[in-house]
């Protein structure tokens, strides 16, 4: 398995513990985004798996915040574990792949230099685990080539923790059937139990998520393939989108690189080189899917993410044995983008000052729960039942983000629910699985909408779910004298139910 081994360089040695370093800072200081709130709504009801995706990211958000408490260092410290995972991985198979030390700096460059791996460093959601993974899938396999049935072990265990992570990781079978096409050392292992073992041991470590989907309808697996697909049709809109998606989260002089890169890997692989036919192996099938798919539906930028490990230590084995010398010019604007990613990295925690607009938030809530929660106690005395009142916001990422600013001022005496847009009757992913609305019928509500002066239709569907709601207060949150996000607190009393 990748460690930080004794004979590892000092030079290398020193740039992981910067990286590492800078990562931890950026957990730090970054304030929680929405979506990372509503993962750690996840890991307050530890489930075998989730509606929206598979478990992995719950487990560890738990775990780091029971050690490091709920702020974004608890949130993100496996977060931050996994990335140096990748890097170790991608460390690991370079030396295995004969890179020079200038090559392996430049992975650990990259981990900045990329926007997508610097993400990977901070953000807690489903990526960050199942990039680990597939990295440690792909070593272990390499290793298993010579025969190791542990390493076969280890790459089943890694997959099915993939597959945990996030469903993208089936396309870990797709490069496993590839490589027994092109690999003879690894079709000769089909005669040993590695390889079925790998396969078994995969599938039982999967089984949790099958478990609940059985238990669920098998609402996870329709939700991600006949929910996503359901309203498809043929256009260009979103290939253009998610193309032009990519060579932003790639860096514009990086994602230059990779087709000169593929390009040259599959001459190599013509030529019997393995670790081409390995790169490519676990590089296209996942991309070229994705391409395809969003001729008919959309396809967000971050599911490429694994797919990128192999693609760019593609690019830096062609860097290394022939770009520098092909496209000097190329490989000279790609490390000029790169710096400059580095040196934008560290104002990345000046997002706090950016005014949020729709969709995501990711500050002010403190202020706005205490808001909410002043208003509660005034209206119903100090401690209120938690079946006379609930909470809610007016989507799920909004609830997600009062519910744990309400958590860090209360602690563990919240004082009542909070559910999402499922009050008005609106489809809310995991919180549809959690406590239903039927169960606060004739009780009081507080009512949380951001960025009210835009959204009177979204009080008027709630005036069709309650006896009456009235505008309680208005909070205005300010930073270095700057509005970064508004909210109405409403009353809302009778409730009367989703439908």
Not at 43 to 62: C, E, G, K, N, T
Not at 468 to 490: K, M, N, P, Y
């Amino acid at each position: 398995m990748p460690t930080l081994r004794k004979t590892t360089p000092p030079v290398e040695r020193y740039a992981l513990l910067a990286s590492l370093a800078g990562g931890a800072l950026l957990c730090l200081t970054v304030p929680v985004f929405s979506q990372e709130a509503y993962y750690w709504t996840y890991a307050q009801r530890l489930d075998l798996s989730y509606f929206d995706h598979p478990p992995m990211v719950a487990w560890l958000i738990w775990v780091g915040t029971r050690f490091l408490g709920d702020g974004g260092m608890g949130i993100r410290a496996c977060t931050l574990a996994c990335a140096l995972a990748v890097t170790l991985v991608g460390l690991s198979l370079l030396r295995a792949f004969g890179v020079d030390q200038k090559g392996r700096l430049a992975w650990i460059a990259l981990g900045f230099g990329v926007p997508n791996y610097a993400v990977l460093h901070v953000v807690a959601n489903p990526d960050p685990p199942l990039s680990a993974c597939w990295g440690l899938s792909m070593l272990c396999l390499w290793r298993a080539r010579g025969g190791e049935t542990r390493w076969w072990v280890l790459s089943g265990i890694a997959a099915g923790l993939g597959l945990v992570s996030k469903y993208n990781a089936a396309f870990l079978a797709v490069s496993g059937l590839v490589l027994l096409a092109v690999d003879p050392a690894i079709r000769r292992q089909l005669r040993r139990p590695g390889p079925w073992l790998a396969v078994a041991l995969a599938c039982a470590v999967f089984t949790p998520v099958v478990v609940w989907n059985v238990d669920n309808h098998f609402a996870s697996f329709r939700f991600q393939t006949e929910g996503r697909w359901s309203k498809a049709h043929l256009g260009v809109h979103w290939l253009f989108e998610c193309a032009a998606g990519q060579l932003f989260v790639v860096n514009p002089g990086i994602a230059l690189l990779v087709p000169f890169a593929v390009a040259w890997l599959w001459r190599k692989s013509r030529a019997d080189d393995m670790r081409a036919r390995w790169l490519l192996a676990f590089g296209l099938p996942m991309p070229l899917f994705l391409l395809a798919s969003s001729l008919f539906v959309q396809v967000k930028i971050n599911w490429f993410q694994p797919a990128y490990l192999p693609l760019l230590l593609g690019v830096i084995v062609w860097w290394r044995e022939a770009g520098d010398t092909a496209r000097p010019q190329l490989c000279s604007f790609a490390r000029r983008c790169a710096l400059a990613a580095l040196c934008v990295v560290p104002l990345a925690p000046l997002v706090r000052l950016i005014p949020q607009g729709g969709g995501s938030s990711w500050s002010g809530w403190d202020e706005i729960a205490a808001a909410a929660l002043d208003t509660q106690h005034r209206l119903y005395g100090e401690q209120p039942r938690p079946s006379e009142v609930f909470l809610f916001a007016s989507n799920y990422k909004d609830s997600a983000q009062l519910g744990r600013s309400l958590r860090i001022l209360c602690g563990d005496s919240l004082p009542g629910a909070v559910l999402a847009q499922n009050v008005v009757g609106r489809a809310a992913l995991q919180f549809d699985h959690w406590e239903p609305p039927e169960a606060h019928l004739g009780d009081d509500a507080i009512f949380v909408l951001t960025r009210p002066d835009s959204r009177q239709p979204e009080v008027d569907r709630c005036r069709d779910h309650f006896a009456s709601v009235e505008a309680a207060r208005h909070v205005r949150v300010t930073t270095l004298g700057i509005e970064v996000l508004d909210a109405c607190i409403f009353i809302c009393r009778d409730y009367r139910g989703p439908r």
